[in-house]
T-cell receptor, first 114, second 116 residues
């Protein structure tokens, strides 16, 4: 299947700093990318949907100024957690879909905010 | 609105025994159903999907799932479980065609523990 590369896999940062997570589709063009957040032993919560070249659509309750999503090209989407706080610590997963509509997931990024 | 329920938080089976992970769904149109597996600190891996056609769908690693429209269920099964099948399993549904942009709704996940 298609490959989605997510980087970094783990990141530790200090409270108040910003962290950027990259999601790249390596062998297909991801017209749409989804960003999920997963709490320990919980399901995936969809945070936002981004289409290449346009603004992301955020789910209810997700702060768009807190979680900045950019999808500038068909192979790259980024999630920036701004002014991170300990409650932002979580596992973040991206997924991309192209013309077939099938979803391909990244390996996830574990964010720990001290 | 679309929703998915996985009634069991955890399923324990002995290696070599059959494994079943339950999933029921609710959609307004035709369901597009998926199963994914997640290993610790990893992303989701696709196992199988039902879009249309035969109700019994065969997927990766010996898994299969049966679509039952009358019971609105899509249970995941494996005839003989392996210790390496121990992981977190997610059922997901999409209400509509496979056009890009349609969101998946995930169930709460079922942790499978296969004992040697």
């Amino acid at each position: 299947g298609a490959v989605v590369s997510q980087h970094p896999s783990r990141v530790i940062c200090k409270s108040g700093t910003s962290v950027k997570i990259e999601c790249r589709s390596l062998d297909f063009q991801a017209t749409t990318m989804f960003w999920y957040r997963q709490f320990p032993k919980k399901s995936l919560m969809l945070m936002a949907t981004s289409n290449e070249g346009s603004k992301a659509t955020y789910e209810q309750g997700v702060e768009k100024d807190k979680f900045l999503i950019n999808h500038a090209s068909l192979t790259l989407s980024t999630l920036t957690v701004t002014s991170a706080h300990p409650e932002d610590s979580s596992f973040y997963i991206c997924s991309g879909t192209g013309t077939t509509g099938e979803l391909f997931f990244g390996e996830g990024s574990r964010l720990t905010v001290l | 609105a679309q929703s998915v329920a996985q009634p069991e938080d955890q399923v324990k089976v002995a290696e070599g025994n059959p494994l079943t992970v339950k999933c029921t769904y609710s959609v307004s149109g035709n369901p597009y159903l998926f199963w994914y597996v997640q290993y610790p600190n990893r992303g989701l891996q696709f196992l199988l999907k039902y879009i249309t056609g035969d109700n019994l769908v065969k997927g990766s690693y010996g898994f299969e799932a049966e679509f039952n429209k009358s019971q609105t269920s899509f249970h995941l099964k494996k005839p003989s479980a392996l210790v390496s099948d121990s992981a977190l399993y997610f059922c997901a549904v999409r209400d509509g065609p496979k056009a890009a942009g349609n969101k998946l709704t995930f169930g709460g996940g079922t942790r499978v523990l296969v004992k040697p």
